[in-house]
């Protein structure tokens, strides 16, 4: 593994409220793990979380799914679930039959896609986090071997430079890629989140993909919603923007996508409990799985 400037930490004390988030979605891929139904296997996960990581989804777990009250909120697990083996089987497809060979998780935080997935020849796998994640990552995963070219990439991105750390890192804007932004836009003002997407196409070739989960508004604000938004405020951590129409935030970006719902065919996986409401329907909460590629400069 290739490391860029990642201090070293073990302990989950040193991480900031954000880059915690990393042991919740952790302990969410172990306790996926551990079912018999489960839609992936992460033998790193549990590690990964630690103590921390199962406390913090405790508290998630506590207000989320059926209620008796009847405001159920949306399942976190199953959300989570079908998020990660969707974007495993969209990374598979992209690098196995399509000949990608560069692949940016962006953010990667405790994701163990470079370890756990097979990788044809030749791929080079990214991980863009904060300093002090990718630190306590290298420490948690030392004796694993990962099964891809992986090169750490200590970034802010937000910051100013992250493409120049990139590109030292060993990226190369000119040749296809493909780019995960799994588990960040929702935490992102909007302008940042439009300015990232900016930046990205801006250091991606034409056809380079793209795949994403975001929120529409309506999550951020329906009264269903408040017991799981209230947890992430608690944590300094809340959720800030969501996008009714993801196709037209990205196409504003250069990138043609389609918006999934969990639930919709192709990101199902028999797991999903509830009725997809229909895009139309207004006032519904969403989430969104978006994939799709850079269209070239008119
Ligand atoms: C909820 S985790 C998701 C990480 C990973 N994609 C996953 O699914 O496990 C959020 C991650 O975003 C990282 N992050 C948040 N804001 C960031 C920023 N501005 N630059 C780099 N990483 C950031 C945090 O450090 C954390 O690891």
Wanted: hydrophobic share 40%.
């Amino acid at each position: 593994m290739t490391t860029h400037q990642n201090p070293a930490t073990g302990d989950p004390a040193a991480l900031t409220a954000l880059e915690r988030t990393a042991l919740l979605t952790a302990a969410l891929r172990a306790a996926e793990t551990s079912r018999a139904d489960r839609l992936y296997t992460d033998p790193y996960a549990a590690g990964l979380a630690g103590s921390t990581g199962r406390a913090l989804l405790a508290e998630v777990a506590a207000v989320t799914g059926r209620r008796t009250d009847g405001q159920d909120v949306p399942s976190t697990p199953d959300f989570n679930a079908i998020r990660t083996r969707f974007l495993d089987d969209h990374l598979r497809h992209l690098t196995h039959e399509r000949g990608v060979r560069q692949v940016v998780l962006a953010p990667a935080g405790l994701d163990t896609r470079a370890w756990r997935l097979p990788w044809p020849d030749g791929t080079r796998l990214f991980e863009i986090d904060r300093p002090a994640l990718l630190g306590h990552k290298r420490e948690r995963l030392a004796e694993a071997t990962p099964r891809a070219d992986l090169r750490s990439v200590a970034a802010d991105l937000t910051g100013p430079d992250w493409e120049e750390t990139l590109r030292a890192s060993g990226y190369d804007p000119a040749r296809p890629s493909v780019w995960v932004l799994e588990g960040l836009l929702y935490y992102l003002p909007r302008d940042e989140v439009h300015r990232l997407l900016n930046r990205i196409a801006a250091c991606s070739t034409p056809g380079s993909g793209i795949a994403a989960d975001l929120v529409n508004s309506a999550a951020l604000t329906l009264p269903q919603m408040r017991p799981l938004l209230s947890v992430f405020e608690g944590w300094g951590t809340p959720w800030v923007s969501g996008f009714d129409e993801p196709e037209i935030l990205f196409d504003a970006c250069g990138y043609t996508v389609t918006a999934l719902q969990p639930g919709d065919e192709g990101a199902d996986f028999g797991r999903w409990p509830d009725p997809v409401p229909p895009r139309d329907v207004p006032g519904e909460r969403r989430v969104f799985f978006v994939h799709g590629s850079l269209r070239a400069p008119r």
